[in-house]
């Protein structure tokens, strides 16, 4: 099986890191555990200064020590078994962190593919529907799983065989789509995948 993957929010703890950050720099004193109630921080920050904040955390060394939201054997055991593809709307010019993060967490995978809807210094990417259709194998079962439910149903639309995941956060909670199936967390996939206990495929 072919697996499309998001990153931040499914494989690292953007989340974590992002409130790290923004307590370390700016006293914020948020929850270590906080989660936005909207994807984008909005309840937190106004838009712009919320803009600004992130870009220099995009540039900060912390943008790098995301911590994984799966256990690395286990996942790794999935990819020795499948076709991993990470599908990331990380922008660009940081990519080099998201690429350090994956490898010092020790989390392994066939290609890495930079899409989405995030427009990010007026580099207008693909879509993740239109990633995933690219890189599908004639005769392969695919399932793609990521956090935002935009990129879920454009995947659900653009690749209608393909097996659509939302990874459980607090700002997805009210998202319903007949199309898209839910994961409370990575043990939803691995039971999914035919995982066991222990990292065996």
């Not at 055991?77 to 990470?86: I, Y």
């Not at 990521?146 to 659900?156: K, M, Q, S, T, Y």
Request: charged letters at 25%; one cysteine or more.
């Amino acid at each position: 099986m072919q697996l499309f993957l998001d990153i931040d929010g499914v494989l690292l703890n953007f989340e974590q890191s992002f409130v790290r950050w923004l307590n370390g720099h700016f006293a914020m004193n948020l929850p270590e555990d906080y989660q936005a109630n909207s994807w984008d921080f909005t309840e937190v920050l106004e838009a712009e200064e919320l803009e600004r904040r992130w870009r220099l955390y995009l540039a900060s060394p912390e943008a790098a020590r995301m911590a994984p939201l799966v256990e690395p054997e286990r996942f790794n055991a999935l990819s020795r078994a499948h076709s991993v593809h990470l599908v990331t709307n990380f922008p660009l010019p940081h990519m080099d962190k998201r690429l350090a993060n994956l490898a010092d967490v020790g989390l392994a995978y066939r290609s890495l593919h930079h899409c989405g809807f995030l427009v990010y210094d007026g580099h207008t990417p693909k879509t993740k529907g239109q990633t995933v259709a690219e890189l599908l194998e004639p005769g392969q079962a695919a399932l793609f799983v990521d956090d935002h439910p935009d990129n879920c149903l454009d995947v659900a639309r653009t690749c209608p065989d393909v097996e659509v995941w939302v990874m459980t956060r607090r700002f997805n909670r009210a998202f319903s789509h007949p199309q898209v199936r839910r994961a409370a967390d990575w043990e939803s996939l691995f039971q999914r995948l035919g995982a066991a206990e222990g990292g065996q495929a």
